[in-house]
T-cell receptor, first 113, second 114 residues
Framework: EAGVVQSPRYKIIEKKQPVAFWCNPISGHNTLYWYRQNLGQGPELLIRYENEEAVDDSQLPKDRFSAERLKGVDSTLKIQPAELGDSAVYLC???????????FGPGTRLTVL | GDSVTQMEGPVTLSEEAFLTINCTYT??????LFWYVQYPGEGLQLLLKATKADDKGSNKGFEATYRKETTSFHLEKGSVQVSDSAVYFCALIIGGGSQGNLIFGKGTKLSVKP
C-alpha cells in the first residue's frame, strides 16, 4: 500500500513569493491533516479535513494561508505571500478510521529567504 | 489546555544500553497516547500507542505503559541499536475518531554510538 505522498520535498523561495504544497492521501483515508513543524519542535495542526470539508481550521493563519481538498482526495496548501517565519516543514497526514491511526507523509521543507 | 512534555535531548547512548525517554501529559479528557519516530530524512512513523489506562504499547523492542495516576507514558527499550538513532515524539489525542487532533511534544533526539 502506498503511503502519503507529498511534493515538492524541498522548496526555497524569497519572501513575499507564493508557494504551494501538494498531498495525495492513502486510498480510502477520508480524514486529512496539514501540520507545520518548526525546527526543534513537534508538529502543530494547521487544518483538518473530513472528505472535502475543512472541519477544523482554527490554527490556520487565514490572512496568508489557504487550503483546499477538491473531491475529498488530494489536497493543496498555499501560502501567499510567504514570510521569513514560514520556514518550516509542512506535513500532511491521513487517518485510518479502522485503527484510528494517523500516517504522515515525508513533508515539504520550506525555506523562505 | 492539553499538552505533552518530553525530556529534553539530545540523548546519547552506547549500543546495547538501556533507554528511557520520559513523557508526561496534561489533558482534560481521557486521551490516547502515542510515540512517533522520525528517522533522518524520513517522515513521522507511528512506533506504538495505548488507548486506555494501564495499556502497554510495544513495537520493535520499544515499550510504553499508559500511567493515568502519574499522567505519564515513558518510552523504554532494553538494548538500543545504532539504527534506533532518530527523533522520538510523544503525542496525545483527545476524543478519537475523526474528532481528535494530535498534540505533540517537542521531540527527543536519540543518538546511539557503536
Amino acid at each position: 500500500e502506498a503511503g502519503v505522498v507529498q511534493s515538492p520535498r524541498y522548496k526555497i523561495i524569497e519572501k513575499k513569493q507564493p508557494v504551494a504544497f501538494w498531498c495525495n492521501p492513502i486510498s480510502g483515508h477520508n480524514t486529512l491533516y496539514w501540520y507545520r513543524q518548526n525546527l526543534g519542535q513537534g508538529p502543530e495542526l494547521l487544518i483538518r479535513y473530513e472528505n472535502e470539508e475543512a472541519v477544523d481550521d482554527s490554527q490556520l493563519p487565514k490572512d496568508r494561508f489557504s487550503a483546499e481538498r477538491l473531491k475529498g482526495v488530494d489536497s493543496t496548501l498555499k501560502i501567499q505571500p510567504a514570510e521569513l517565519g514560514d520556514s518550516a516543514v509542512y506535513l500532511c497526514a491521513t487517518r485510518d478510521r479502522y485503527t484510528d491511526t494517523q500516517y504522515f507523509g515525508p513533508g515539504t521543507r520550506l525555506t523562505v529567504l | 489546555g492539553d499538552s505533552v512534555t518530553q525530556m529534553e535531548g539530545p540523548v546519547t547512548l552506547s549500543e546495547e544500553a538501556f533507554l528511557t525517554i520520559n513523557c508526561t501529559y496534561t489533558a482534560t479528557g481521557y486521551p490516547s497516547l502515542f510515540w512517533y519516530v522520525q528517522y533522518p530524512g524520513e517522515g513521522l512513523q507511528l512506533l506504538l500507542k495505548a488507548t486506555k489506562a494501564d495499556d502497554k504499547g510495544s513495537n520493535k523492542g520499544f515499550e510504553a505503559t499508559y500511567r493515568k495516576e502519574t499522567t505519564s507514558f515513558h518510552l523504554e527499550k532494553g538494548s538500543v541499536q545504532v539504527s534506533d538513532s532518530a527523533v522520538y515524539f510523544c503525542a496525545l489525542i483527545i476524543g478519537g475518531g475523526s474528532q481528535g487532533n494530535l498534540i505533540f511534544g517537542k521531540g527527543t533526539k536519540l543518538s546511539v554510538k557503536p
